[in-house]
C-alpha cells in the first residue's frame, strides 16, 4: 500500500519521510489540519456523520488512515474542530463589530448580517453539517455548539436593544427580531447555489439591507396626518417595550439560534 505522508508537497504530496508529529504546530501542519476539517465537512453534508468513516475523510485529503491518526483520532475530533473553529470566528467577529463606536445601530446590524450570510454561502456545508448533526453531538460539542449559537443571538438581541433604546429602532421585541434576523441567515446555506454569474456578495448586501428596514425607524415617527388612535398605538408600543425592559433580567433568554 502506498503511504502518503504529511510531509509531501500539499495535501496530496508523497514522500518517504515520517509524518509529522502529532502534536506539531508547523505551517505545513496547519494547513494540512484545515484542508482535513473541510473534507470532513464536506463529506459530512453529503453523506452524514454516522454515513462517513475516517477511512472516508482520509481517502478525500490523500492520507492513508495511519497517517490520519497523527491529526485527529475519532470523527468526534472533527467535530470539536469544526465547533471551535465556529464559535471563535462568528462570535468574535461580530463582538467587534457591535462594539465599534463610529458606527450608528443600523449600519453594525447591516455589516453582522453581511458577515453572517457571507458565512454560510460561503462555506454552506459547514453549517449543514453543524445543523444537521445538531441532535446527535456528544455532550461535550454539543455543549459548545450551543454556546456559539447562543454568543451569536446574543449579539445580535444586544445590538438592536442598543438602536431601540436610541430611539433609532422601532420598539420591537430585540430576542424575537434577532431570532427572525437569524433565521433568514441560516437559510441561504440551504438555497443558495453560488455561480459566476451568482456570487454571494450581492445576496448578502439584499438580506442585510432586508435585515434594517425590519428595525430602523422612518424618518417621522408619526403619520402625515396623525390621528388619535395612531398617536396612541405608537405610544402602547413604547410602553410595551419599557414594560419588557423593566421586566428582563437582562439575559437573551436560553432559546438559542443555530450557528
Known sequence: MDVVTAEGSGPRGRSGGRAEPRRGTTPRRKLLMS????????????????????????????????????????KDELLVAMVEATARSAANSLREVRQRTDLEPAEKLRML???????????????????????????????????????????????????????????????VTAL?????????????????????????????????????REAGRTPAAPTPLGAAALLQQDLDYL????????EPGDFAANE
Open 35 to 74: 484542508e482535513i476539517v473541510d473534507q470532513a465537512m464536506r463529506l459530512f453534508a453529503e453523506r452524514g456523520y454516522d454515513g462517513t468513516t475516517l477511512q472516508d475523510v482520509a481517502d478525500a485529503v490523500g492520507l492513508s488512515r495511519p497517517n490520519l491518526y497523527n491529526y485527529v483520532k475519532s
Open 113 to 175: 448580517v453581511h458577515t453572517l450570510v457571507l458565512r454560510r454561502a460561503e462555506r454552506p456545508e459547514q453549517f449543514r453539517t453543524l445543523d444537521r448533526s445538531d441532535q446527535a453531538l456528544p455532550p461535550e460539542i454539543a455543549k459548545k455548539h450551543l454556546k456559539s449559537r447562543r454568543a451569536v443571538l446574543r449579539e445580535i438581541t444586544e445590538l438592536i436593544e442598543e438602536g431601540v433604546t436610541a430611539g433609532l429602532f422601532r420598539p420591537v421585541d430585540a430576542r
Open 180 to 216: 427572525s434576523i437569524i433565521g433568514m441567515c441560516n437559510w441561504v446555506a440551504w438555497w443558495f447555489h453560488p455561480s459566476p454569474g451568482h456570487p454571494a456578495e450581492p445576496v448578502a448586501e439584499q438580506i442585510a439591507d432586508n435585515a434594517v428596514k425590519m428595525v430602523v
Open 243 to 250: 414594560t419588557r425592559l423593566l421586566s428582563s433580567n437582562g
